[in-house]
């Protein structure tokens, strides 16, 4: 049973334009989100975390938004540049639930394509 | 700044070969992961460590086994290759430190089983 989806295998944007990922969980312990960017041949890298006690956060052109009642998280990326082009996972643990393992399970992934 | 190493990038192996793969990360980071990554599937946790000879079993766990004899190390093992064992292996380390939990990955090894 999936904890973690991301519905959508793949999204075009255009340069210049918002990108919106969703991601939606199953698992009411889950407390502590994250989101990974991956390019071909290489492990995915951090982009951007939320603790469940808040309902946004923002990094630059990257911001992610908790809806809890809906257990519901998105990543807005604006403006979006053709280097963001990747495979963008969404992640969750039960970080402060006392399960203190720090664990995360991981969405299917979406592909990203910015056309210049 | 966080680097976890592997030991090989690409790596084509026959069929019932014993295969290891080698992780190693230079933080000083309690806890070390294995994933394999397929298409379609997303990151699957195969085995993961929060300590030094430990060792806990993930969602795919079956025809792997690991060990982690040292802090920066820690090596999955496929005993018997298989067809099906063709993926994306991706090693990851995060340490315990409150705010700074994240997983850090490596660089990945493709691993073709013929």
């Known amino acids: 049973d999936q904890q973690v989806k991301q519905n959508s295998p793949s999204l075009s944007v255009q340069e210049g334009r918002i990108s919106i990922l969703n991601c939606d969980y199953t698992n009411s312990m889950f407390d502590y989100f994250l989101w990974y960017k991956k390019y071909p041949a290489e492990g995915p890298t951090f982009l951007i975390s939320i603790s469940s006690i808040k309902d946004k956060n923002e990094d630059g052109r990257f911001t992610v938004f908790l809806n809890k009642s809906a257990k519901h998280l998105s990543l807005h990326i604006v403006p979006s540049q053709p280097g963001d082009s990747a495979v963008y996972f969404c992640?969750?643990?039960?970080?402060?639930?006392?399960?203190?393992?720090?664990?995360?399970?991981f969405g299917k992934g979406t592909k990203l394509s910015v056309i210049p | 700044d966080v680097k976890v190493t592997q030991s090989s990038r690409y790596l084509v192996k026959r069929t019932g070969e014993k295969v290891f793969l080698e992780c190693v990360q230079d933080m000083d980071h309690e806890n070390m992961f294995w994933y394999r990554q397929d298409p379609g599937l997303g990151l699957r946790l195969i085995y993961f460590?929060?300590?030094?000879?430990?060792?806990e079993k993930g969602d795919i766990p079956e025809g792997y086994s690991v060990s982690r004899e040292k802090k920066e190390r820690f090596s999955l093992i496929l005993e018997s290759a298989s067809t099906n064992q063709t993926s994306m292996y991706l090693c990851?380390?995060?340490?315990?430190?409150?705010?700074?939990?994240?997983?850090?990955f490596g660089p990945g090894t493709r691993l073709t089983v013929l």
């Open positions: 990851a380390s995060s340490t315990q430190t409150s705010g700074r939990d994240w997983q850090f």
């Open positions: 992640a969750a643990s039960a970080r402060y639930s006392g399960a203190g393992s720090y664990q995360l399970t």
């Open positions: 460590s929060y300590d030094v000879k430990m060792k």
